[in-house]
T-cell receptor, first 116, second 116 residues
């Protein structure tokens, strides 16, 4: 079955520690995204990538980093510079192009990050 | 800047009844896409329905339909014959072109309860 997987489901971070959230897709999608969700808010874009080896900052990129070495993978690192990392993190992917299907983003199951 | 507003933080409906969730947005663009996503307690975002702004016909997906009023910048979701499994948080989202990105802008969500 095609889909998007995220791991781990829950992640705990200690003060000053960097942690990495995994996102993998086998939908052959070109574009991938990372969103952050806080209670009572919608999703906010952290980073996105349209093609391999290229990525762009979203609205709240400070304290985060990403890489896109493979089409299928788009890991997100939460660095110690992110002072308020406790949130739910969602990865999404989409095709490239201008049709409504290609413009639609599909989401993974998410990772809950908690600070110890 | 584009914004999406969901003015109903919570709604409730009786099983088998019909409910309408409201969404308004602000944009100066003429071509864009609108989406409704459902987030059940599992927290995975699931696409419910999408609408292309250039299409006058309202989108329909089984029990889900939209009322798209482009001039009024309104995009409401109607759920007919509500089922217990429809209980979830519903997010309205707008997609615009920002350079080459496929950025989604989300509202703050409406929590729908379905009463048996």
């Amino acid at each position: 079955d095609g889909g998007i997987t995220q791991s781990p489901k829950y992640l705990f971070r200690k003060e000053g520690q960097n942690v990495t959230l995994s996102c993998e897709q086998n939908l052959n999608h070109d574009a991938m995204y990372w969103y952050r969700q806080d209670p009572g808010q919608g999703l906010r874009l952290i980073y996105y990538s349209q093609i391999v080896n290229d990525f762009q900052k979203g609205d709240i990129a400070e304290g985060y980093s990403v890489s896109r070495e493979k089409k299928e993978s788009f890991p997100l690192t939460v660095t110690s510079a992110q002072k308020n990392p406790t949130a739910f993190y969602l990865c999404a992917s989409s095709k490239a192009g201008g049709t409504s299907e290609q413009e639609t983003q599909y989401f993974g199951p998410g990772t809950r990050l908690l600070v110890l | 800047a584009q914004t999406v507003t969901q003015s109903q933080p919570e709604m409730s409906v009786q099983e088998a009844e019909t409910v309408t969730l409201s969404c308004t947005y602000d944009t100066s663009e003429s071509d864009y896409y609108l989406f409704w996503y459902k987030q059940p307690p599992s927290r995975q975002m699931i696409l419910v329905i999408r609408q292309e702004a250039y299409k006058q016909q309202n989108a329909t997906e089984n029990r889900f339909s939209v009322n798209f009023q482009k001039a009024a910048k309104s995009f409401s979701l109607k759920i007919s014959d509500s089922q217990l499994g429809d209980a979830a948080m519903y997010f309205c989202a707008y997609k615009y072109s920002w350079g080459a990105t496929n950025k989604l802008i989300f509202g703050t969500g409406t929590l729908l309860a379905v009463q048996p």
